[in-house]
């Protein structure tokens, strides 16, 4: 969401690749994923789990992000000038009365936020990553993602 400048992305995200990568592996992903769905799911809900159901979701991954990025830069492009206005108006009127200095302090917050990626989040993203290149026999057996 941000340039390694800090500030904002100034483009969205293409997730043109992602759907390309997709496509590409589209028959060994539906696969994969049966056993990540299919294993231990309720039988009464074993429709939201058939091969038609997984091909769907995979299929419409890439569309799906693309509108949760879009969200998230509409709320951080948002934010970031809420920033700067109250910026600009504690520089004219030297203070913020306390709603403005409030909603200044929730902005910051949530601009720290998605400026930040704990190691946590990318350990997770990384895992699956690496799982499915170790299963795969790709990546270098899953440790290596260059």
Same mark, same amino acid.
């Given at each position: ?20 990568? $997709?496509?590409?592996?589209r028959s060994d992903l539906?696969?994969? $994923?049966?056993? $990540? ?24 991954m890439a569309n799906d ?51 930040? $990626? ?29």
């Open positions: 969401m941000f340039e390694p400048t800090g500030q904002p992305r100034t483009v969205p995200f293409d997730v043109a690749p992602l759907a390309q990568l $997709i496509a590409r592996n539906v696969e994969f $994923i049966v056993g $990540i769905f299919q294993q231990g799911w309720p039988s009464i809900d074993a429709e939201v789990t058939t091969e038609a159901a997984r091909a769907a979701h995979l299929d419409g992000l693309a509108v949760v990025l879009k969200r998230l830069r509409r709320r951080l492009l948002w934010a970031f000038r809420e920033v700067q206005r109250l910026d600009r108006k504690r520089d004219e009127e030297a203070t913020l009365d306390h709603e403005d200095e409030a909603h200044f302090r929730r902005c910051d917050r949530f601009l720290m936020h998605q400026s930040q $990626i704990s190691d946590e989040e990318e350990f997770r993203f990384q895992m699956s990553v690496a799982t499915y290149g170790r299963e795969q026999g790709r990546h270098n057996g899953g440790t290596m993602l260059g």
